[in-house]
């Protein structure tokens, strides 16, 4: 087979850098991402070596939020590869956490400083990620936007 029956996808990274705003958002999302598994595994942790009372609850929550990492995980290493799909599962991502700052944000408890820097880092990540520069680096067309003649 040759090159022009399979085409490959132009390396745009040698064209012009990734954009700071990308990597930085790249980084947040993978920082959420590695902050799920994380709680994740210690609620496994804990629920393996706590009451037997609480171990169901303590698995299927930690179960849930190991799987949950996965989209703020996949979605940074899209942005990190410059991949224009990934942008939705970041958005997506970002907005979800909002409600859940809310609620730490309301709590009487030590939640609160979390809920703040979540709330930060959502709302820091949003911002990046619907940037004008952002958006041309991943190949996204505002809309009416005529697209590049071939």
Known sequence: MSSE??????DDTAVEPRPGR???AAALAALEGAALA????????VGMTGDADD??????GG???IVLALLPLLAARGLFLRRGWSRGPAV???ILALPVAYNLLQ???IAIPGGIALAVVAVTALVLL?????TRALGIRAPGEAGEPK
């Open 63 to 65: 179960v849930t939020l």
């Open 107 to 109: 709590a009487d408890s």
């Open 38 to 45: 994380v709680g994740g595994v210690a609620m496994l942790v």
């Open 5 to 10: 029956q399979n085409p490959t996808t132009p």
């Open 22 to 24: 990308l990597t930085a």
């Open 55 to 60: 171990r169901r609850s303590a698995v299927t």
């Open 130 to 134: 619907v940037n004008p520069v952002t």
């Open 92 to 94: 997506i991502t970002q």
